[in-house]
């Protein structure tokens, strides 16, 4: 595994380029609140998505249940975002077949979910200029959330979706900067979904990020799961099955394009 990027070495000011021919995607945003008593939230979910599996589709079921029984918060829609080839990391897929499966996935198992393609199309973007990006297309282009029975805009709060490594990173020393962090825990927040197995200290790791705490949400997995796209490209090295770890037609899209078989050379084993 390549060693980590440090998170936020270039402190200017978010420039927004962006890929050729790119539209936000809002078809499933809903910009109409339900409950004006609620902060409307949209969920992002940065990530190799090399492929993208159930677990990543799940993670946004759980924090849809988390935040309707735990939160004053109300979802507005859900991203998947897809990381840049110049994320350098070894065997990352390209973006054109990871933005792909990512569609097809949102598109043919959700109602709500839909993938931005604008991180993957482009040279390598920090996690905080990913989310002030949905930030100003959200709330500057799209004008944020209107309230029932008035003309009234509400800003759309983003917030990070993740699995508990993120926050392992976040509390080592030297991985993320001190301003990265503040922008995006301070500014926006986090739901952190747990990992399957993960013998991580959390209370340790959320304690590191203390000033931020009210901003971070730990979700626990009511049913375990701990299917991760390294073992789905290790499976389909192998030979083995796939089939009910993914959805069906990325599958198929895998199976179509020949994509990760036959190859370890070329793919990070360890993920």
Request: net charge negative; glycine share 6%; hydrophobic share 35%.
């Amino acid at each position: 595994m390549s060693a980590p990027l440090l998170e936020g070495n270039d402190n200017s000011s978010p420039h927004f380029t962006a890929p050729p021919n790119y539209t936000f995607p809002h078809h499933r945003l809903n910009l109409l609140q339900r409950y004006p008593e609620k902060q409307p939230i949209v969920l992002v979910a940065c990530g190799s998505f090399s492929p993208v599996t159930y677990l990543h589709l799940r993670m946004f079921e759980m924090a849809l249940d988390y935040v309707r029984q735990n939160t004053d918060f109300e979802v507005m829609g859900g991203y998947t975002s897809p990381v840049s080839d110049q994320y350098k990391k070894p065997g990352l897929l390209s973006a054109h077949h990871r933005v792909n499966m990512c569609t097809i996935a949102t598109e043919q198992t959700s109602q709500w979910l839909m993938v931005d393609p604008w991180e993957a199309f482009q040279s390598y973007q920090r996690t905080a200029v990913v989310l002030d990006h949905f930030d100003h297309e959200i709330n500057t282009v799209l004008g944020g959330a209107q309230l029932p029975s008035s003309d009234e805009r509400r800003h759309i709060r983003v917030v990070l979706l993740a699995g508990s490594d993120l926050i392992s990173t976040m509390s080592e020393p030297g991985v993320w900067s001190e301003t990265d962090l503040d922008h995006i825990l301070g500014k926006y927040g986090t739901l952190i979904v747990e990992r399957a197995g993960s013998d991580m200290d959390m209370d340790t790791a959320t304690e590191a990020l203390a000033r931020w705490r009210h901003n971070i949400f730990l979700m626990p997995q009511l049913i375990q799961n701990d299917v991760s796209s390294t073992k789905v490209r290790l499976f389909i090295r192998r030979g083995l099955s796939v089939r009910y770890l993914l959805p069906a037609p990325v599958i198929d899209y895998i199976e179509e394009h020949s994509l990760y078989a036959d190859d370890a050379s070329n793919y990070d084993k360890k993920g």
